[in-house]
């Protein structure tokens, strides 16, 4: 499988921003799609924001993020970022990076792919 590496959570205020960033270690077929998810304290895993590696296609937010928050990707570093703007305290999460051989695989959940050890968001109001 493909070791998915986090960086750049932290502790910002309500209104301010921050840059998720995920590094793969390879390019595989079995993690063409990758994006993040975020898991609340006290609430399950959800996908917010997804996009296929190597194309930058498919691109995918969810509502509660969507307009505020941007995914990019470097298929040549192998990497994905998150660029979150105007950040709530809602946004406060452990965010997750994913990847799955297919969008559809990846929205129902990335169950069969690869994941990285999470990277604390904390937004405060």
């Known amino acids: 499988q493909v070791q998915l590496v986090e960086s750049g959570g932290g502790s910002v205020q309500a209104g301010g921003s921050l840059r998720l960033s995920c590094a793969a270690s390879?390019?595989?077929?079995?993690?063409?799609?990758m994006g993040w998810f975020r898991q609340a304290p006290g609430k399950e895993r959800v996908a917010i924001a997804g996009?296929?590696?190597?194309?930058?296609?498919?691109?995918w937010y969810a509502d509660s993020v969507q307009g505020r928050f941007t995914i990019s990707q470097d298929n040549a570093k192998n990497m994905v970022y998150l660029q979150m703007n105007s950040l709530k305290p809602d946004d406060t999460a452990m965010y997750y990076c994913?990847?799955?051989?297919?969008?559809?695989?990846?929205?129902?959940?990335?169950?069969?792919?690869?994941w990285g050890q999470g990277t604390q968001v904390t937004v405060s109001s």
């Open positions: 994913a990847a799955d051989q297919t969008r559809i695989h990846w929205l129902e959940g990335a169950s069969h792919g690869s």
């Open positions: 996009m296929y590696l190597l194309t930058g296609a498919g691109i």
């Open positions: 390879r390019y595989s077929d079995s993690s063409k799609f």
